[in-house]
């Protein structure tokens, strides 16, 4: 079955230290992945995104993702944590029909 | 730009009742909307594909007599719950695929809107 996994239910990292948000997923063909943010309440906004061009993709606020089809993963790095970056984190995938299909999420918890 | 908004983004309603969700692309057109259920705490579960002009897509096990959909414009997809009860308390989150194509491809991004949080006591 296609699925995608998030590793790590909640993540604690302290403000100013590496963040890393780890996702395998598994697919049957090269999938499109996204890394979405939800903060309390609120909807979700997209932070990167990966569709077959370069294997390293650049997102807003700072974060970054690699594409390792060796591995089937997708982990989101920040080199440095900001309070603001507390949120639940998605590990998103399309299936072959264009619909997405989520992680289960990771709770990032910045301490100060 | 690729806004989405969803109206109201917070409503209480009685057992029974029937409550209409909106959700909006702002700066763009859509043809095709999502709706989606997310319980707390947990992931969010796709309940149906909206469609401008034509029928939604419901997925396995969700009601489509409960849970109708209506996408009368490009801009504008309805969701209403009826006859709501407390079970059906959630976050219903609505996003849009950006576009006029009928065929969703899988490199499509779609954009959220900031969720409704249902009530019903």
């Known amino acids: 079955a296609q699925s995608v996994t998030q590793l790590d239910s909640h993540v604690s990292v302290s403000e100013g230290t590496p963040v890393l948000l780890r996702c395998n997923y598994s697919s049957s063909y090269s999938p499109s992945l996204f890394w979405y943010v939800q903060h309390p309440n609120k909807g979700l906004q997209l932070l990167l995104k990966?569709?077959?061009?370069?294997?390293l993709v650049k997102g807003i606020n700072g974060f970054e993702a690699e594409f390792k089809k060796s591995e089937t993963s997708f982990h989101l790095t920040k080199p440095s944590a900001h309070m603001s970056d507390a949120a639940e984190y998605f590990c998103v995938r399309t299936d072959s029909w264009g619909k997405l299909q989520f992680g289960a999420g990771t709770q990032v918890v910045v301490t100060p | 730009g690729a806004v989405v908004s969803q109206h109201p983004s917070r409503v209480i309603c009685k057992s029974g009742t029937s409550v209409k969700i909106e959700c909006r692309s702002l700066?763009?057109?859509?043809?095709?909307m999502f709706w989606y259920r997310q319980f707390p705490k947990k992931s969010l579960m796709l309940m149906a594909t909206s469609n401008e002009g034509s029928k939604a897509t419901y997925e396995q096990g969700v009601e489509k007599d409960k849970f109708l959909i209506n996408h009368a414009s490009l801009t504008l997809s309805t969701l209403t719950v009826t006859s709501a009860h407390p079970e059906d308390s959630s976050f219903y989150i609505c996003s849009a695929r950006e576009g006029l194509a009928r065929y969703i491809s899988s490199t499509d991004t779609q954009y959220f809107g900031p969720g409704t949080r249902l009530t019903v006591l």
């Open positions: 990966y569709t077959s061009a370069a294997t």
């Open positions: 700066d763009f057109q859509a043809t095709t």
